[in-house]
């Protein structure tokens, strides 16, 4: 039986909090569930970064990056890439998605507001990666992150399509 008593500790985290913030890519989408292309409410393609981030006060949280795939919005496709280390991610228009899956970075994050929507966290700035910052995770890093993340996955799906 749960009760709601003092010895029950919540296992909540702290929420993410405005300013700078390290963030790991858990998961790129540029299809949706179906396998159908992701497209924005105009109807461009884009696709979904699923993120996450830890601010310099112990705040943690997922965040969802929506990057429509328009030529207004190249500068943050750019971002995006340097930020993680991987420039070459980027090139001739083109986003390789793959290259830039289990990297690390840091953001600033900021509160946004949208006509429609709640305010909500969001990455203000990508932070360009210098030299001598590591970007790739090991596979410690990586098992680590799926496992606090995947059953926060709306999309999960562990289907195999065979």
């Not at 699923?50 to 919005?73: C, F, H, Q, S, V």
């Not at 083109?94 to 690390?104: P, Q, V």
Request: aromatic letters at 8%; proline letters at 6%.
């Amino acid at each position: 039986m749960f009760s709601f008593g003092e010895d029950n500790k919540s296992s909540s985290k702290t929420p993410l909090g405005v300013g700078p913030a390290t963030i790991d890519i858990v998961k790129v989408y540029d299809t949706d569930q179906d396998g159908r292309r992701l497209l924005s409410k105009n109807g461009n393609p884009m696709i979904k970064v699923l993120l996450k981030a830890r601010d310099e006060m112990g705040g943690e949280g997922l965040i969802n990056e929506y990057i429509p795939l328009i030529p207004r919005m190249k500068w943050k496709a750019q971002q995006l890439v340097d930020c993680f280390g991987v420039p070459e991610a980027f090139s001739g228009g083109t986003l390789n998605t793959e290259m830039l899956m289990y990297k690390k970075g840091r953001c600033m994050l900021h509160w946004s507001e949208s006509a429609g929507y709640a305010p909500k966290i969001a990455v203000e700035q990508y932070i360009a990666a210098s030299k001598d910052i590591k970007t790739n995770m090991t596979p410690t890093d990586t098992k680590d992150l799926y496992a606090t993340t995947i059953e926060k996955d709306a999309d999960f799906d562990d289907e195999i399509p065979f």
